[in-house]
Every structure is written in structure tokens, then in C-alpha cells.
């Protein structure tokens, strides 16, 4: 139970911390332009990253839809970015939170394709819900990742070659 409440409290830290960047960095991350009648919406509709590594950020799924779905995160850049869970389900009218970190040190454009399969309740494994569906059946979203070169303090910008230290 200690480590239940633990582990809350951390995702609400990190939530007002995501909120606090969010606000320092003029909403960087754009909310979702998508409507309430899109049966899925995904949070925020594009990413902007700061840091060249180590930024965690959250992505929700809403699930609007009256049916339940199976969620399969895939990336560009498997080595740049690292979802938590990788699969997933999302209930009839329920929120999946995704966690987001930021590995990749090399700067540049990315992109997250979020898969999605209307599922059975009596379903277990996600993964096996997309092994058993045909890729042409699967809905597929993209959200692009955008990062901002870093800043030294010099005011010249970091490449790959001359990282920043921190």
C-alpha cells in the first residue's frame, strides 16, 4: 500500500512538473486539435523537446469510442525514445497514459505512430491482439517530435560533435 501511494505521488510530481515546463516553455506541447466526437484523441497532438536526453513527457490516449482498443506505441528512432507501456488497452470511454523519455542525444526530427485495434473485453495481451490482426486493419496515428537545438552558454548552438555539459 506505502508503495502504491509511492508511486502516485511521483506521477503526480512529475504531471505538475510536465505543467510547469509546459508554462515555462510557452506550451511547447500543442494540445490536441482534435474534437470530443474523434473516438480517439491523442494529448498533445505534437511534442517539442528541450533537452538534448532525459526529458520524460506523457501522452494521453482518450478512447471516445464504444468500442475497447488494443494500443501498440512505435517510434522513428527506437534509440531515442522509449515508451512505458509499449502495449496496452483502453477501456470504452477511459484515458491511457503513456510515458515518453527522451534518449537520443543527436538532434533531430522524430515521430511517434501510435497502432490501434477495436479488441474483445475477454482480451489479454494487446501484443497478441495486433499479431492476430492483419497491418491494413490496424488505425494508425502520427504525432511528430520536434527538438529544439540546446543553447550553450555562450549562445552558440550544441551539436553532436560539441554536447552541451550540464
Same mark, same amino acid.
Given at each position: +500500500? !506505502?508503495?502504491?501511494?509511492?508511486? !502516485? +505521488?511521483?506521477e503526480? !510530481?512529475?504531471?505538475?512538473?510536465?505543467?510547469?515546463?509546459?508554462?515555462?516553455?510557452?506550451?511547447? /506541447?500543442?494540445?490536441?486539435?482534435?474534437?470530443?466526437?474523434?473516438?480517439?484523441?491523442?494529448?498533445?497532438?505534437e511534442?517539442?523537446?528541450?533537452?538534448?536526453?532525459?526529458?520524460?513527457r506523457r501522452?494521453?490516449?482518450?478512447?471516445?469510442s464504444?468500442?475497447? +482498443?488494443?494500443?501498440?506505441?512505435?517510434?522513428? /528512432?527506437?534509440h531515442?525514445?522509449?515508451f512505458?507501456?509499449?502495449?496496452?488497452?483502453?477501456?470504452?470511454?477511459?484515458?491511457?497514459?503513456?510515458?515518453?523519455?527522451r534518449?537520443?542525444? +543527436?538532434?533531430?526530427?522524430?515521430?511517434?505512430?501510435i497502432?490501434?485495434?477495436?479488441?474483445?473485453?475477454?482480451?489479454?495481451?494487446?501484443?497478441a491482439?495486433?499479431k492476430?490482426?492483419?497491418?491494413?486493419?490496424?488505425?494508425?496515428?502520427?504525432?511528430?517530435?520536434?527538438v529544439?537545438?540546446?543553447?550553450?552558454?555562450?549562445?552558440?548552438?550544441?551539436?553532436k560533435?560539441?554536447?552541451? !555539459?550540464?
Amino acid at each position: +500500500m !506505502e508503495e502504491k501511494k509511492k508511486r !502516485e +505521488m511521483e506521477e503526480k !510530481e512529475e504531471e505538475e512538473k510536465e505543467i510547469r515546463v509546459k508554462t515555462e516553455n510557452n506550451s511547447e /506541447d500543442t494540445p490536441s486539435t482534435s474534437d470530443s466526437s474523434d473516438p480517439i484523441v491523442i494529448e498533445p497532438a505534437e511534442m517539442t523537446w528541450g533537452a538534448p536526453k532525459g526529458e520524460k513527457r506523457r501522452m494521453r490516449i482518450v478512447n471516445n469510442s464504444n468500442e475497447r +482498443m488494443a494500443i501498440k506505441m512505435k517510434c522513428s /528512432d527506437i534509440h531515442a525514445y522509449q515508451f512505458e507501456p509499449i502495449f496496452s488497452f483502453v477501456g470504452v470511454r477511459e484515458t491511457a497514459k503513456i510515458k515518453v523519455v527522451r534518449h537520443g542525444i +543527436m538532434v533531430k526530427e522524430d515521430k511517434a505512430v501510435i497502432m490501434m485495434v477495436p479488441c474483445k473485453d475477454s482480451d489479454q495481451d494487446p501484443a497478441a491482439v495486433f499479431k492476430a490482426t492483419p497491418f491494413d486493419q490496424q488505425e494508425k496515428r502520427t504525432i511528430p517530435f520536434k527538438v529544439r537545438p540546446p543553447i550553450h552558454n555562450d549562445g552558440k548552438l550544441g551539436t553532436k560533435e560539441e554536447p552541451m !555539459e550540464i
